[in-house]
Nanobody, 119 residues
Framework: QVQLVESGGGLVQAGGSLRLSCAAS????????MCWYRQAPGKQRELVAG???????NYADSVKGRFTISRDNAKNTADLQMNSLQPVDAAVYYC?????????????WGQGTQVTVSS
């Protein structure tokens, strides 16, 4: 099994910054793609940013230029630096990772961390 633990959420004023962290632990050969999703009340969960093991990144249009995803393969962590936060960014943020276990790839989710942005 793989456990993903997120940290770094909280309350911030509009225009402020937060840094989320996700750490993977458990039994796996390696952690492949890692990404962050978010879900606001009444809305569907959406992909915010993702990063491959090689460091290739992808972002939702709404966060390009403001959010930066990074990872440390040695520590099996992925961070999301969020700048210029706006009330529309408020949501529960979830980390997702694909772990290579045996000959298969399996996806795992973290429990989520709340981000609140006050106007």
């Amino acid at each position: 099994q793989v456990q993903l633990v997120e940290s770094g959420g909280g309350l911030v004023q509009a225009g402020g910054s937060l840094r989320l962290s996700c750490a993977a632990s458990g039994s796996f050969r390696t952690i492949d793609y890692m990404c962050w999703y978010r879900q606001a009340p009444g809305k569907q969960r959406e992909l915010v940013a993702g990063i491959t093991r090689d460091g290739n990144t992808n972002y939702a249009d709404s966060v390009k230029g403001r959010f930066t995803i990074s990872r440390d393969n040695a520590k099996n962590t992925a961070d999301l630096q969020m700048n210029s936060l706006q009330p529309v960014d408020a949501a529960v943020y979830y980390c997702k990772a694909y772990a290579l276990i045996g000959v298969g790839s399996y996806e795992f989710w973290g429990q989520g961390t709340q981000v609140t942005v006050s106007s």
